[in-house]
């Protein structure tokens, strides 16, 4: 769905802390510790980031994350996104599909990819 208001972007930041709750903390520790297991700093690749929510768990956690790209349609969680990212992130605005078709054919590859509620 592509919105032309903010009123899913809304819908997306008042529903962040039940999707805080929601959480696995026994798959997310998991990762945590595979991710220091691998002794490096990983690529991330989010799929329909929304409105960052994601990106700032990431950033508060002890994933050691070297670049984070994320992918969001949605022009109106772009501009929310972005705010949250940082300048160090790469928030692209695209539609998946075709990105992820470009982002293949250049050879592109990432450690994680998160894609929550993308399908």
């Known amino acids: 769905m592509r919105s032309t208001d903010s009123s899913y972007s ?3 930041e ?4 039940v999707d805080d709750r929601s959480l696995d903390l026994r798959v997310w520790q998991r990762l945590v510790t ?3 297991g691998l002794g490096r700093t990983l690529e991330v690749l989010e799929l329909g980031a929304g409105t960052g929510s994601m990106v700032a768990r990431l950033q508060a956690s002890d994933l050691p994350i070297a670049r984070y790209v994320a992918v969001e349609r949605d022009p109106c969680n772009v501009a929310v996104l972005r705010g949250r990212a940082g300048d160090d992130a790469e928030v692209v ?3 998946l599909f075709p990105w992820l078709e470009q982002a293949m ?10 894609a929550c509620a993308v399908l």
């Not at 054919?105 to 998160?114: I, K, M, P, T």
């Open 14 to 17: 008042a529903k962040r802390t």
């Open 34 to 36: 595979l991710a220091a």
């Open 10 to 12: 809304r819908y997306l």
């Open 105 to 114: 054919e250049q050879g592109r590859s990432f450690d994680l990819v998160v």
């Open 93 to 95: 605005e695209a539609d």
